[in-house]
């Protein structure tokens, strides 16, 4: 897609979002639960390594400040919520001490770091699992009717928009490097653990009053640069076998999505492809405005993610535009591969904000 296509695409979707916006906030709220992908900043708040409330991330953000996002800017949510859903501020880390009163009739987010579909994997690194991430968000119901009245909360819960990103963690850093888990469960075993695991949430969030969920696919995983540094076998190019199992993953997910929003009434359920994107911006950054995919703007661009890319890093080689690279560190993109990747949820997730 050329530059004036994606632009004109881009314009009309504003527009057109825009319309339903200006008639009183179509999308009340936004409740926001997963991995990195979408933390901005529970991870601050728990005794965990996994962390980037520290420069050079958040060098490009509003406040020039980290905040706990893995980037170096906005995230694809940020993205959405501002530019596409009207809202003029983000949904708040749900642990942080802003997260009070008025500042949660807009949503709140519940993502956190090294979180996944396997509880394992959150205790793993000290995160917050999914499930007590739904903990969370019950706590928080009772207290939006405190703020707003029982029936302002009802309206706001259930016209609100879900978004979920979860599963790379579960893959990248758990199942692919421990070999006692490959023992216990072969890899379409540990894919249906991770799939039930997503249908219970999606059937508890239903319960709880939401209607509209997007959920993210898995990427390619086999393209992010540590993926590469670490499965690659010495090679620069992207790690077939993981891609493939990214693929037999997100079928599974597509076909049980699917028959969730068959079962459950009013059940609004979209799956984005988060894959395709991120894999044509992997393999051809040139072709979509990037000079680089292998290497990351932070650090090395090899294994690091608030490790390695850390306050040495902007002496030590941080990158003078990241908006030349797909990739921040070695597992996340920049906000420019964001701005991408928020344009195709919106275009998929159309449905849910009609």
């Not at 996944?116 to 928080?140: K, M, V």
């Not at 993210?216 to 790690?239: D, E, H, K, R, Y």
């Not at 995919?293 to 030590?316: D, H, K, M, Q, Y």
Request: neutral net charge.
């Amino acid at each position: 897609m050329g530059l004036s296509t994606s632009f004109s695409a881009s314009f009309l979707l504003l527009l057109v979002l825009g319309l339903f916006v200006a008639d009183g906030q179509q999308v009340p709220a936004l409740f926001i639960f997963g991995d990195s992908i979408f933390d901005v900043g529970n991870n601050n708040n728990l005794f965990t390594f996994i962390k980037s409330n520290f420069p050079p991330y958040g060098r490009d953000f509003d406040t020039r400040l980290p905040t706990g996002r893995f980037c170096n800017g906005k995230l694809a949510s940020d993205i959405i919520a501002a530019e596409y859903l009207g809202f003029t501020s983000y949904p708040l880390a749900y642990l942080s001490r802003e997260a009070t009163g008025e500042n949660l009739l807009i949503g709140a987010n519940f993502a956190s770091a090294a979180s996944g579909y396997f509880d394992a994997t959150a205790d793993l690194y000290h995160a917050i699992p999914l499930s007590q991430q739904l903990e969370y968000y019950r706590e928080y119901k009772p207290r939006l009717v405190e703020i707003a009245g029982r029936s302002n909360a009802s309206t706001i819960i259930s016209g609100a928009l879900y978004l979920l990103s979860a599963g790379s963690s579960d893959f990248l850093q758990n199942y692919y490097i421990d070999p006692l888990l490959q023992v216990a469960y072969s890899f379409d075993r540990f894919s249906e653990i991770l799939i039930q695991s997503y249908s219970n949430f999606i059937q508890r969030l239903y319960a709880l009053g939401a209607r509209r969920i997007g959920v993210t696919s898995l990427p390619p995983i086999g393209c992010l640069p540590a993926a590469i540094t670490i499965f690659g076998l010495g090679g620069n190019q992207c790690v077939g076998r993981l891609n493939k199992d990214a693929v037999s993953f997100n079928n599974r997910l597509n076909a049980t999505s699917q028959r969730l929003k068959n079962r459950l009434s009013g059940l609004k359920l979209v799956v984005f492809d988060i894959y395709q994107p991120l894999l044509n911006l992997s393999t051809d950054p040139t072709a979509n405005g990037f000079f680089e995919a292998r290497r990351a703007c932070c650090g090395t661009g090899l294994l690091e993610t608030s490790i390695l890319c850390n306050p040495f890093s902007v002496a030590a080689g941080t990158c003078a535009n990241a908006s030349d690279y797909v990739f921040w560190d070695g597992f996340h993109p920049t906000e420019a591969a964001n701005r991408i990747l928020a344009r195709t949820l919106s275009d998929s997730g159309y449905v849910l904000v009609t």
